[in-house]
């Protein structure tokens, strides 16, 4: 019974709650949601002044969560394309 009641009263929980998701997929969408929250810190910086690395990293992020979701919004694949061509330009 103490177990149950700090379950509910401390973590806010109920104690006969079933998982929507397998371990695996839990993990895999909160890897996309902590992917996603530095795409959100990084993009910003990266469009007004980025170096290269930052927007390699924008780049690289957008690719990984293309691989963890099936729907990205259209701005996230634009800001890549718009990036690889800045990168691509910078090499050459």
Do not use: N
Request: aromatic share 10%; glycine share 4%; with cysteine.
């Amino acid at each position: 019974a103490y177990e149950q009641q700090q379950w509910f009263e401390r973590f806010h929980i109920f104690v006969d709650a079933v998982p929507s998701l397998c371990g695996r997929c839990w993990q895999r969408r909160r890897h996309a949601k902590r992917l996603r929250k530095e795409y959100d810190l990084v993009v910003g910086v990266a469009r007004a002044d980025g170096d290269h690395e930052q927007k390699q990293r924008v780049v690289d992020i957008v690719d990984e969560l293309e691989d963890h979701l099936c729907v990205i919004p259209d701005r996230m694949f634009e800001t890549r394309a718009l990036f690889r061509r800045q990168l691509s330009m910078e090499r050459e």
